[in-house]
């Protein structure tokens, strides 16, 4: 059974009516990049938990999620209220398969995001084993506002890091901003904007996908793919594309 232990919010940084992310002092398992663990309040006398990646990467302390409060959501809701030296229970062990040893070599990663769907890839951008296994790695991040875009101070870091080897690719779905695309991934990628905006092509010889975020952007980038060639990635069946679902 999977244990339990608590930990302490080190920070709670509200970036939006919207979307905040909490600092956790915790002593968890090691876990690789990518994995998710659940975190977990007690609310009316019950535990309420959900499952969250990890945005920090496995080498960073205190560990940091990325969350969209909805409307409905018990424990979001719940959790956006916490104060520093507040508890929070955290799953010890992390889970999941959306990790760089289950996506096969090749010359270039892309990994395309919604919202906070981005917080596995800046865990998974921030190891080393990432920039020994691609030469060149795109992140997409797709919001629906330009205040959504958060985290662009680790975005720049990459950027002065790693100058000819890392691209970002913004897009907002609701407003028209200065460097970004606007409108839905999935449709950039069946007209060629988003190859056209960052001077490279997506190239079953060349390109691994990861996908992660909005189920519909999943589905509809997956099956615009599969148009163009690329294959889902399985353990038995290598491909080229891997993708997560965020809830």
Known sequence: MAKWIQGTVIDNIHWTENLFSLKIDADVDSFSAGQ???????????RVARPYSYLSSPDQQPIEFF???????VLSNAMVK??????????????????????PSADELWMLGTGTGVAPFFSILHTELAWQRFQRIVLVHAVRT?????????????????PDRFLFQAFVSREVCSGTITGRVPAAIADGSLENTLGLQ????RS??????NPDMVKDCTETLKARGFTKNRRRTPGHITAENYW
Do not use: H, P
């Open 36 to 46: 998710f663990t659940s975190l977990a309040l007690d609310v009316g006398g019950k």
């Open 67 to 73: 969350f969209y409060t909805a409307v409905d959501g």
């Open 82 to 103: 916490l104060k520093v030296g507040d508890s929070i229970w955290v799953r010890q062990q992390a889970n999941g398969f959306f990790v760089l040893d289950e996506v």
């Open 146 to 162: 330009e205040e959504d875009l958060r985290y662009q101070e680790l975005v720049q870091g990459l950027r002065e890091k790693y």
């Open 202 to 205: 997506l190239d079953t010889r």
């Open 208 to 213: 691994q996908i990861m996908l992660c975020g």
